[in-house]
C-alpha cells in the first residue's frame, strides 16, 4: 500500500513513516498543498494522510480542489482540529475519515487499510484470489494452506494487483507503488519482482498485456498447482 503523507512537522512525519513502513507501507512525503496537488498529478498512490494546517494553504482547501478535479482517491484527514464543526467540514469536503492528533499508529494503520479496501470495493480484512489468501495487515500470503514467504517489494506488488480486480496497470503505476517518488529504480526492477511471483505463485498469476501493462490472471483453484517460469 502507497501513502501519501501531507504533513510539515517534522517530528509527526518521522514518526509516520518509520512506524507505517512496519505495516508495510510503502511512504512519500511532502510538505506543503502545492507540493501535494503537484504529487497527485504525476503519481499515482493508494490513499492519502492529509495533515489541514499546512504552511502554504489549508488543507480543506488542498481537498476541494482534488475532488473538483475528479480525484477519488482514499482521504484520511490527520489533524488536530477537534471541533465538531471542523469534523463535519472536513467530512463534507470530501474525506473519507478524519482521525485526532495524538492518535495510536496501529488505529491509524487500520483505518487506511480499510479506506484502500472500500476504494477496491471489498470488505473483507483478507483477500483472496482462487486459492491464493493474503492479509495485508500480517503481510501473510497462502497458497492454499501453505504459507509463502514473499519479499516487502513482492506483497507491495501482489497488493496492488490484486486491489486492481483484474484491470491493467501501467509500469509506472505499479513502480510507484513499489519504490514510491525519490527511488531510483533500475530498468529491470519490476520484471525481476513479477518473475519471483509467478515462480512462487504460479506463472498464470500475472498477465502481461504489451504495451499497457499487467494484470492479475484468473483465479486458480486449490487443484492447480504452480507452474515453474522458464529460465
Request: with cysteine; glycine share 8%.
Amino acid at each position: 500500500m502507497h501513502v501519501l503523507l501531507v504533513e510539515d512537522d517534522e517530528l509527526v512525519a518521522s514518526g509516520l513513516e518509520a512506524g507505517l513502513a512496519l505495516h508495510h507501507c510503502v511512504v512519500d512525503r511532502v510538505k506543503t498543498g502545492r507540493e501535494a496537488i503537484a504529487a497527485l498529478k504525476h503519481f499515482a498512490s493508494d490513499v492519502v494522510v492529509l495533515d489541514l494546517g499546512l504552511p502554504d494553504s489549508d488543507g480543506l482547501d488542498v481537498l476541494s480542489q482534488w475532488r473538483q478535479q475528479g480525484m477519488d482517491i482514499p482521504v484520511l484527514i490527520l489533524t488536530a482540529r477537534d471541533e465538531l464543526h471542523e469534523r463535519v467540514r472536513g467530512l463534507e469536503a470530501g474525506a473519507d475519515d478524519y482521525v485526532l492528533k495524538p492518535f495510536e499508529l496501529d488505529e491509524l494503520a487500520a483505518r487506511l487499510r480499510a479506506l484502500v479496501r472500500r476504494a477496491a470495493g471489498r470488505a473483507a480484512p483478507e483477500i483472496q484470489h482462487g486459492d491464493l489468501r493474503m492479509r495485508p495487515s500480517t503481510g501473510e500470503v497462502f497458497k492454499g494452506d501453505q504459507l509463502v514467504p514473499l519479499s516487502r517489494r513482492e506483497l507491495a506488488l501482489l497488493e496492488k494487483l490484486l486491489n486492481a480486480r483484474g484491470a491493467v496497470l501501467s509500469e509506472d503505476q505499479l513502480k510507484d507503488s513499489l519504490y514510491g517518488m525519490e527511488a531510483e529504480v533500475e530498468s529491470n526492477a519490476l520484471n525481476v519482482h513479477i518473475y519471483h511471483l509467478r515462480r512462487k505463485l504460479g506463472k498464470d498469476l500475472i498477465l502481461t498485456e504489451r504495451g499497457l501493462g499487467y494484470r492479475l490472471g484468473e483465479p486458480l483453484t486449490a487443484s492447480a498447482n504452480p507452474s515453474e517460469v522458464p529460465e
